[in-house]
């Protein structure tokens, strides 16, 4: 993509370069990030960490973005920042140095924090970039944006089996070519993206940004987000689980090297992207409520085979979960999107918070406990959580979500 390309091609050829861009960009971005986890046995090893410790680290990759993301979006709602794209990315690519040369928990923790950082600047004016150029396929953008992310963290088990695994910490040295990858691309979508705000101020010659209220009460509004936030809750803690803990417990049940344990990572990961990919377009055909129940609830019967299934059926199981549960994600987020109109930024940074959020301070508790009883217990007892998205029944059907917000 180069600035040229952009002034070449027509207005649907430039959306959808900018829209591949950003998708890029979380591709990316998401790649280092889920490294981090990939890489816990190799930390606990060449640094002697305790579980407890090694979900400390989760914990600080995964609350920095989650406690900076809404307010990130909330105030961008207000006054966009271009800026921000190609700067998340520099804390990422600070954050991939420091994890190279860590010499302790500390540095450890410090260098955890700067990717989460990264992470937490990158999602909010980037979702905000994918829904103006998405038109009327809202889902189906949001759904490109988010594969991005999931196709990084796919990507991201095996760069630790073939990159990292073999050289060490050092490893983390080639992750920042993604990261200064990232700056480029951001820069030139950040260039575009400003000359778009400058473009719609002059023509409406008011605020780029509106917050329009909501068509719903106060109390339906709640009422749906708190079901949400569930949904939220019983997916990213199974997968701070499965992408924090799965990997000793493979290990320790079937005798096998961690490259092995990654292989069943990828599955999931990259399962994960086609069920993202997927869950917009079959959401605007079959409808958002029945799509998000599916990709939480659905995933329960193979979650809970998964502890008991060998080397092999693992990989098959895993391929079934990443592709049901990684369905609903970008679903959630414009269901949310949709009932507070003019507040784009706010959502996607308080989902993407939360979704790191509830992530960072599972894998504490989920370390924690296992420290105490084993990771076969925990494991097994996680395997339960997608249960929680027979809850989603309880949502309002699309139905009346249309009435209220015509």
């Known amino acids: 993509m180069s600035q040229t390309a952009l002034q070449a091609a027509t207005p649907r050829q430039t959306t959808n370069i900018v829209l591949f861009g950003v998708s890029m960009a979380h591709l990316l ?7 981090v986890p990939a890489v816990f046995p190799i930390f606990q090893q060449s640094l002697s960490l305790t579980y407890a410790e090694i979900g400390w680290v989760a914990f600080t990759l995964n609350v920095t973005a989650s406690i900076l993301q809404p307010l990130i979006g909330a105030y961008t709602d ?5 800026w921000l794209l190609p700067l998340g990315m520099v804390f990422s690519l600070l954050g991939a140095i420091g994890l190279a040369f860590s010499p302790g928990l500390a540095m450890l923790l410090l260098s955890a924090a700067l990717i989460g950082v990264g992470s937490s600047v990158l999602h909010p004016e980037s979702s905000r970039v ?3 150029v998405a038109g009327k396929g809202r889902g189906l953008a949001q759904s490109v944006f988010q594969v991005g ?4 963290q796919a990507l991201a088990p095996l760069m630790v089996a073939f990159i990292i695994t073999p050289l060490g910490q050092l490893g983390f040295l080639w992750f920042t070519l993604l990261a200064i990858s990232g700056i480029v691309i951001q820069w030139f979508v950040g ?5 778009h705000l400058e473009m719609r101020s002059m023509m409406r010659k008011a605020p780029t940004a509106v917050s329009d209220p909501s068509p719903f009460s106060r109390g339906f509004v709640v009422f749906v987000l708190t079901v949400l936030v569930l949904m939220l809750f019983s997916k990213f803690v199974y997968l701070a689980s499965m992408t924090g803990y799965y990997s000793f417990y493979f290990m320790e049940k079937y005798g096998l090297p961690l490259e092995r344990a990654q292989v069943s990572l990828f599955a999931l990961q990259f399962a994960g992207m086609v069920g993202t990919l997927l869950g917009g377009p079959l959401a ?3 409808g958002r409520k029945k799509i998000i129940w599916f990709s939480i609830a659905g995933t329960a019967p193979f979650s809970l085979w998964l502890p008991y299934a060998g080397p092999i059926g693992s990989v098959i199981l895993c391929l079934a979960i990443g592709a049901i549960l990684m369905s609903g994600f970008s679903v959630i987020i414009v269901y ?4 507070l109109p003019g507040q784009v930024g706010m959502i996607s940074g308080l989902f993407f918070g939360l979704s790191f959020g509830m992530g960072g301070l599972g894998s504490v508790i989920l370390g924690l406990l296992m420290d105490h009883t084993g990771v076969a217990v925990i494991i097994k007892a996680c395997a339960f959580l997608p249960l929680l998205g027979l809850f989603a029944l309880l949502l309002p059907k699309d139905s009346r979500l249309m009435a209220r917000s015509a």
């Open 130 to 132: 994918a829904h103006l």
């Open 284 to 286: 605007d055909r079959f």
């Open 29 to 35: 971005n998401d790649a280092i990030q889920n490294a």
């Open 191 to 195: 260039r575009w993206y400003g000359r």
């Open 149 to 152: 992310g999931n196709t990084g």
């Open 78 to 82: 207000r006054r966009p920042m271009p």
């Open 336 to 339: 949310a999107q949709e009932m």
